[in-house]
């Protein structure tokens, strides 16, 4: 006997935009009198929607820069 099966293979990380972050701006160019407080990565994933998962990392970025408490991302 044999047993089979289709997996869709499914990673779905949607990242809601947090209170507070919505506040951090995402720049081409920030002000040289600014102060790096760090290096933030943003990730998700939304099967089949390209532009979703875009959003939803940027919104990962957002919220990681506001824990840092920055006004502007890079």
């Given amino acids: 006997m044999a047993a089979a099966g289709c997996a869709t293979g499914g990673y779905d ?3 809601a935009l947090r209170t507070g972050a919505a ?3 995402l720049q081409a160019s920030v ?10 990565i943003g990730t998700a994933s939304v099967e089949g929607d390209r ?3 875009v959003r939803e990392a940027r919104n ?6 506001h824990d840092m408490r920055a006004t502007d991302v890079l």
């Avoid at 002000?31 to 933030?40: H, I, K, R, T, Y």
Wanted: aromatic residues 0%; charged residues 30%.
């Fill in 23 to 25: 506040h951090v701006r």
């Fill in 60 to 65: 990962d970025v957002r919220n990681k820069a």
């Fill in 13 to 15: 990380q949607r990242v």
């Fill in 51 to 53: 532009e979703a998962a």
């Fill in 31 to 40: 002000d040289p009198a600014c102060s790096q407080l760090g290096d933030v």
